[in-house]
């Protein structure tokens, strides 16, 4: 099988005035883009950029961004994008972490290029996509300074393809390393399951640091289809793009969906045109689901779980399952069913050993999607990948008898009250289905008798006036008693990363200061 960069060339031959990305004002066709990654595979070559280094780029989505993708393909350098809402300390580790030779940033994060240049020991090429009044070197004006010719490489399906960092909201980001054979072993699946075709529009609003947006751009390459790149994950701009452009393929976080219900100014555009919403990466609340889907009724909906280590997404839940009237109207709740080529099992977390049929326990996943592991971390690749090909996904939760999968939580987020397990998540739903709670988390806090408690964490809707008796009965009524929050605290707003994972560390690091570690 060719990999992704023959992919390019061919779909090139076959399209060459085809557009393969819309970005703002500029478009640009199949033909100009694979000449562009020849020449940034010549720039870096001729940067002494070679197979095995690492390319860092710091930037909002663009067309820039996917040059630096293929081109250091091309060069048999991997792309390590970097988390462009980072504080520089962060940024810096990443970059010196992934010992990267070059980084590229956007004309926004020049603040950020001042405050960590200096400091990374690996990088000797600083370059800056626009912008000016900048003291750094322009990166157009640097490809375009060298050969068209790409340097004479050969590459390996199981070559790098990218190095994505993963989100580090329970400690130092870790780079994931994913192959030309990881995408292309999924990639095959859009055919059936998004029902792509010659007429498909792809938008790529996820950020491209972000597996979902990393996938859906290389998506657009697979099928030679035309893909609009949203700069930003703003609600407007995006729904104005979907009208501007006609897209048929979206894929969009919940906190999305959530905020283009609310905003009047997206209402005002046609989105008619859109066929199949994917959504994920974080958990979705049954009003958002069912406002999404009355927002836009005549879009198919499906949902997607999968992780940065498993490039994306390994289960699905059908359009057809999106029915809450339907026969099966608490499969919305589910992450859904295993892709082809996907074996999915429950296992205890503490031995591996498989749960009994029904029961809560981590979820692990055998798939040629798996990562081919976490860049200079031995130790921690063995022991997310131990020996059979399977992938410990940290993730817990259980399959029902039709083979769905249901997510209850991270491993490493079950809270244990005098032995019992509790997965926030499970509380966090319930509580969701208060009419007055607008958003909540559930952490596990210090307790003398029980070891630890569930807290409750709420942001309530408009002028709600519902106590903390009222919040911790409606669990009551819902819940076994040792699962329900023994405390409330309200707050203006729930701590997320960009895309909606929600910082339990961040909130539960004031409760656990002074304790010996952050679980009794």
Request: proline share 7%; with cysteine.
């Amino acid at each position: 099988m060719p990999v992704l960069t023959d992919l390019l060339r061919e779909r090139a031959r076959q399209h060459p005035d085809r557009i393969i990305f819309h970005a703002g004002d500029e478009s640009v066709t199949y033909a100009e883009f694979d000449a562009r990654a020849d020449r940034v595979a010549a720039a870096l070559a001729a940067a002494g950029v070679g197979p095995g280094d690492r390319v860092a780029v710091l930037d909002k989505n663009s067309v820039e961004y996917q040059e630096v993708l293929f081109g250091a393909a091309r060069a048999g350098a991997v792309q390590v994008p970097v988390n462009y809402r980072l504080a520089p300390d962060e940024v810096a580790y990443i970059v010196d972490n992934a010992e990267a030779k070059v980084l590229v940033a956007g004309p926004e994060f020049t603040p950020v290029l001042d405050a960590v240049a200096d400091r990374l020991k690996h990088t000797g090429l600083l370059l800056v996509a626009g912008g000016e009044g900048h003291a750094y070197r322009d990166y157009r004006s640097w490809v375009e300074a060298t050969g068209t010719a790409p340097p004479d490489h050969r590459a390996d399906g199981g070559d790098v393809f990218v190095q994505l960092y993963s989100s580090g909201t329970t400690g130092r980001p870790k780079g994931v390393m994913l192959t030309h054979d990881n995408f292309l072993s999924v990639l095959p699946l859009i055919d059936d399951l998004w029902a792509m075709g010659e007429h498909t529009v792809l938008m790529v609003a996820m950020p491209m640091y972000h597996v979902a947006g990393c996938a859906c751009a290389v998506a657009i390459v697979f099928k030679g289809v035309t893909g609009v790149i949203a700069r930003e994950p703003d609600p407007v701009a995006i729904a104005a793009a979907i009208e501007r452009h006609a897209v048929t393929h979206i894929f969009l976080v919940p906190v999305l969906l959530q905020f283009m219900q609310l905003m009047p100014e997206v209402a005002a555009h046609d989105l008619s045109s859109l066929e199949l919403l994917l959504y994920g990466a974080s958990p979705i609340s049954d009003d958002v689901l069912r406002g999404a889907m009355a927002m836009l009724p005549g879009c198919r909906f499906m949902q997607v779980y999968g992780l940065t280590e498993t490039t994306g997404a390994i289960t699905y839940l059908p359009p057809e399952d999106h029915d809450p009237d339907g026969p099966h109207p608490a499969r919305l709740r589910s992450a859904g069913i295993p892709n082809p080529m996907v074996e999915l099992r429950i296992a205890d977390p503490a031995t591996g050993e498989d749960a009994a049929a029904g029961e809560v326990g981590e979820i692990w996943c055998r798939t040629p999607q798996n990562m081919l592991g976490y860049w200079a971390l031995p130790e921690a690749t063995a022991a997310a990948l131990p020996e059979g090909g399977w992938f410990r996904t940290g993730d817990a939760g259980y399959l029902d008898a039709d083979g769905y999968l249901y997510i209850h939580d991270r491993v490493k987020d079950m809270i244990i009250s005098g032995g019992e397990n509790i997965y926030p998540a499970e509380v966090e739903n319930v509580l969701m289905g208060h009419p007055q709670v607008a958003d909540c988390a559930v952490i596990g806090v210090p307790d003398e008798r029980w070891g630890e408690t569930p807290k409750a964490i709420v942001v309530l809707a408009g002028d709600a006036d519902a106590t903390d008796r009222d919040l911790i009965d409606h669990c009551r009524e819902r819940l076994a008693h040792f699962k329900c929050p023994s405390s409330v605290e309200r707050r203006d707003a729930i701590p997320r990363n960009p895309t909606g994972k929600i910082l339990k560390r961040e909130l539960r690091a004031p409760y656990w200061e002074g304790e010996d570690r952050a679980v009794h």
